[in-house]
């Protein structure tokens, strides 16, 4: 297996533009989990999802930050507007069922000017 | 809700010297445990994990460490370091049938030759 795949793996943008992170989790898992990691604030949970239904969304930062899972095997983090303080490196990560191990992708580190 | 302290933020040791990683958590009843490591630029590897029977986990990499419920810890361990081992180290705790699993704010690890 390919493990986890996210893409870009770095995106520069602008502040106010729209910014879509994407990520295929491994086949067969279906917990799949969106974190961002700053310098400030660590590792953080942002959603995650069970069967493509989001679960917990309380990390989400705010209105401006949406995801979806529209199938078992795609995964989006949208952002927009986007905003300076939205840079960090957003990482996905997948699992299977009564697995507990949490598998990352390399992440997609998005600069916003 | 459970959470971790990581009360090293930076920690360098020789070569071939013994390492020991610290880890505290918070956690109303049986945590699960989990150590990840984090080379630059890359995403977080699980090192090793702790769920239930003997409190001394082996890990990938040779490392080791030592569940103690008394002092709600969960300790990094490895014998002999090497200059490959220089990363950043994440303890992560969650509660069982609980996908929300929060890290440290990490420990990172300079290996000097």
């Known amino acids: 297996d390919a493990g986890v795949i996210q893409s870009p793996r770095h995106e520069v943008t602008e502040m106010g533009q729209e910014v879509t992170l994407r990520c295929k989790p491994i086949?067969?898992?279906?917990?799949l989990f969106w974190y961002r990691q700053t310098m400030m604030r660590g590792l953080e949970l942002l959603i995650y999802?069970?069967?493509?239904?989001?679960?917990?969304d309380s990390g989400m930062p705010e209105d401006r930050f949406s995801a979806k899972m529209p199938n078992a095997s795609f995964s989006t983090l949208k952002i927009q507007p986007s905003e300076p303080r939205d840079s960090a490196v957003y990482f996905c990560?997948?699992?299977?069922?009564?697995?507990?191990?949490?598998?990352f992708g390399p992440g997609t580190r998005l600069t916003v000017t | 809700a459970q959470s971790v302290t990581q009360p090293d933020i930076h920690i360098t040791v020789s070569e071939g010297a013994s390492l020991e990683l610290r880890c505290n958590y918070s956690?109303?009843?049986?945590?699960?445990l989990f150590w990840y490591v984090q080379s630059p630029g890359q995403g977080l590897q699980l090192l090793l994990k702790?769920?239930?029977?003997?409190?001394l986990v082996q890990g990938i990499k040779g490392f080791e460490a030592e569940f103690k419920r008394s002092q709600s810890s969960f300790n990094l361990r490895k014998p002999s370091v090497h200059w490959s081992d220089a990363a950043e180290y994440f303890c992560?705790?969650?509660?069982?049938?609980?996908?929300?699993?929060?890290f440290g704010a990490g420990t990172r690890l300079t290996v000097k030759p």
């Open positions: 990560a997948s699992q299977g069922t009564g697995v507990y191990e949490q598998y």
């Open positions: 086949s067969g898992h279906d917990y």
């Open positions: 999802f069970n069967n493509n239904v989001p679960i917990d």
């Open positions: 956690y109303g009843a049986t945590p699960y």
């Open positions: 702790y769920f239930s029977g003997d409190t």
């Open positions: 992560a705790v969650a509660g069982y049938n609980n996908n929300d699993m929060r």
